[in-house]
């Protein structure tokens, strides 16, 4: 019965770990399509369909350890922050969405220089989240909080950038308020890996207890 029992401890390890690498994978293509402008809204779209059904998997197999393990300590730690970390792990694919469809309609207006940089530093930040997930490492975990702050800092300087092309009349409004907004999801996906690294400090700290 425990062997059987950890297995499916494993299992729901592995599954968190391939949902947070299908958002690495969405948010890898919305940076191609920020320096590239190629419109990648239908691969995007996919990895929110696998990160949504993942998401389905993880929950119901948490349901039926809950239901028929009744968990106790550290494994229920686990098991009640893969059911917080899936929301969380849910939405970075939308944010990623939600982006590609800007980027589309988006193909003329000039890039910060900055939003470059803060698109690369979430997309890290996701893969760094992935790996994590692999080991539920406290080091790890604590990494993505600091980068974090990297990530707001990128949206400030975003936003001063882009205030500063519309006063030079170097992008107008409709293109600014695209590029905000593009800014605006990035900083939403560092909030949501936020949101998973402090349940893999929540459940790492659990087993070492």
């Known amino acids: 019965m425990r062997k059987r029992f950890d297995e499916q401890l494993l299992q729901v390890r592995g599954m968190l770990k391939e949902m947070c690498e299908v958002d690495a994978e969405a948010m890898r293509l ?4 920020l320096a590239s402008r190629e419109d990648v809204s239908a691969p995007v779209r996919a990895c929110e369909r696998a990160a949504d059904e993942k998401e ?6 948490c349901m039926r350890i809950i239901v028929r393990q009744q968990p106790v300590a550290h494994d229920l730690a686990l098991v009640t922050s893969a059911v917080k970390m899936v929301t969380d792990l849910e ?6 969405a939600d982006i590609a469809d800007i980027l589309k309609g988006a193909v003329s207006c000039a890039v910060p220089k900055s939003l ?10 996701v893969e ?8 539920f490492s406290l080091d790890e975990a604590r990494a993505i909080r ?25 992008e107008d409004g409709e293109c600014a308020m695209d590029m905000l907004m593009t800014a605006k999801y990035l900083e939403r996906v560092g ?4 949101n998973v690294a ?6 790492a700290r659990a087993e070492q207890e």
């Not at 389905?56 to 197999?61: A, P, V």
């Not at 939405?91 to 990623?96: K, L, P, S, V, Y």
């Not at 760094?128 to 080991?135: G, N, Q, S, V, Y």
Request: contains cysteine.
């Open 146 to 170: 600091r980068a974090d702050d990297v990530v707001d800092g990128l949206f400030a300087a975003v936003k001063r950038e882009l205030a500063g092309m519309v006063d030079e009349k170097d």
């Open 91 to 96: 939405r970075i694919t939308d944010q990623a």
């Open 198 to 203: 402090e349940w893999i400090v929540f459940a």
């Open 116 to 125: 470059g940089a803060m698109m690369a530093s979430a997309r890290e930040m």
């Open 56 to 61: 389905r998997e993880i929950e119901r197999l």
């Open 128 to 135: 760094r989240c992935a790996a994590a997930l692999d080991t």
């Open 191 to 194: 909030d949501h890996v936020v």
């Open 30 to 33: 919305i940076e191609r399509a």
